[in-house]
């Protein structure tokens, strides 16, 4: 290993919607996976967007609250995420300014893609499309909350996550935005 490269750990956690994981660097959280088919497959999906965790470990403390809250999210319960650390340290300028304004949205809030785009400088319908894109690459879902970015009109828009766009309404839903009323609450997504 370079010895340069940070070393990344992952730890499997399971919550009211299935089982969930993180990894972290020293410098902060570096993924969140939301839950895939299986136990296995988040912890794979997990360690593919991690480019290679150096494998499952006891969290250090800060993330084991983390983990805490995550778990009280996905229950329902109202938890503000916006001062947990994030190692944005290998993505473009571009996408860590986004991301660092995305963290700014308050529980039960929304905004949209273009409203983002305008917010970080951009002004033409392409960039609502690259506020778009980076969302789809957005390596910690949850903690930058990019299930509150919203497609023009305020329509629901698409998510990269497992259940895709059905997860991002139910997400919503966990924080009281409703786009079916019959959509339920938990247990579940």
């Given at each position: 290993?370079?010895?340069?490269?940070?070393?990344?750990?992952?730890?499997?956690?399971d919550?009211?919607?299935?089982?969930?994981?993180v990894?972290?660097?020293?410098?902060?959280?570096?993924?969140?996976?939301?839950?895939?088919?299986?136990?296995?497959?988040?912890?794979?999906?997990?360690i593919?967007?991690?480019?290679g965790?150096?494998?499952?470990?006891?969290?250090?403390?800060?993330?084991?609250?983390?983990?805490?809250?995550?778990?009280?999210?996905?229950?329902?319960e109202?938890?503000?995420?916006?001062?947990?650390?994030?190692?944005?340290?290998?993505?473009?300028?571009?996408?860590r300014?986004?991301?660092?304004?995305?963290?700014?949205?308050?529980?039960?809030?929304?905004?949209?893609?273009?409203?983002?785009?305008?917010?970080?400088?951009?002004?033409n319908?392409?960039?609502?499309?690259?506020?778009?894109?980076a969302?789809?690459?957005?390596?910690?879902?949850?903690?930058?909350?990019?299930?509150?970015?919203?497609?023009?009109?305020?329509?629901?828009?698409?998510?990269?996550?497992?259940?895709?766009?059905?997860?991002?309404?139910?997400?919503?839903?966990?924080?009281?935005?409703?786009?079916?009323?019959?959509?339920?609450?938990?247990?579940?997504?």
């Amino acid at each position: 290993m370079d010895s340069d490269q940070l070393v990344i750990s992952h730890c499997i956690f399971d919550t009211a919607i299935g089982t969930c994981g993180v990894a972290w660097s020293e410098h902060g959280l570096v993924a969140v996976q939301l839950p895939a088919r299986d136990r296995a497959a988040t912890e794979r999906r997990l360690i593919a967007r991690t480019r290679g965790s150096a494998g499952a470990a006891t969290p250090p403390p800060a993330i084991a609250a983390l983990i805490a809250d995550i778990t009280r999210y996905l229950a329902g319960e109202q938890v503000d995420f916006s001062a947990v650390p994030v190692d944005l340290s290998g993505l473009d300028p571009f996408r860590r300014k986004l991301y660092e304004t995305m963290r700014a949205l308050p529980w039960g809030t929304t905004t949209t893609y273009g409203a983002l785009a305008r917010t970080i400088g951009l002004a033409n319908w392409e960039g609502a499309r690259d506020v778009g894109e980076a969302m789809g690459r957005n390596p910690v879902p949850i903690v930058i909350p990019c299930h509150r970015v919203l497609a023009a009109g305020n329509k629901l828009g698409g998510f990269s996550a497992p259940g895709g766009a059905a997860t991002k309404a139910k997400l919503l839903a966990l924080e009281g935005v409703r786009f079916d009323s019959g959509a339920p609450r938990l247990p579940g997504l």
